[in-house]
DNA sequence: CTTCTTACA
DNA sequence: TGTAAGGA
């Protein structure tokens, strides 16, 4: 509420951030309930100050990359355990290759469906091109 | 099972 | 706000 200017203010509303993010408030309620955020309350209002804001954008951007909840957790966890610490990039580097070798077997996966539908493809256009 | 969304009390 | 229910 009260938010017409808006991007000085760096202490925001659930629905303002859920806004500015592009999810709703129900997302944010359940990704603090998983305990990747934790907004100050005053009172009963969530106020999302400008880090978590920054880590709901690390969050959005790992779900992004594939990531699941736990590890973006962890990864949340760790930077704050122990920022800039080589445990943390080292871990981050092991899940990143364990993603991209996921990904890798997708894509094999992939390829394999197409090549068989192609064959299918070709198969039947060659029936129908004889009569 | 995981990750949300919708909806109702 | 808790939670059931449902979709993907």
Request: aromatic letters at 4%; hydrophobic letters at 35%.
């Amino acid at each position: 509420m009260q938010n017409p200017g808006e991007e000085s203010t760096s202490l925001k509303g659930i629905q303002d951030v859920a806004a500015e993010l592009g999810v709703t408030h129900r997302t944010l309620r359940f990704y603090e309930d998983q305990g990747l955020i934790q907004p100050r309350r005053v009172g009963q209002t969530r106020i999302y100050s400008r880090r978590e804001v920054g880590r709901m954008q690390l969050i959005l951007r790992g779900k992004r990359l594939g990531f699941s909840i736990r590890d973006i957790r962890e990864f949340l966890d760790l930077y704050d355990t122990e920022p800039g610490h080589e445990g943390q990039t080292a871990h981050l580097l092991a899940r990143v290759r364990e993603r991209l070798e996921d990904l890798a077997q997708q894509r094999r996966a992939l390829d394999e469906t197409i090549a068989e539908l192609r064959q299918i493809e070709q198969e039947a256009a060659t029936h129908l091109a004889r009569g």
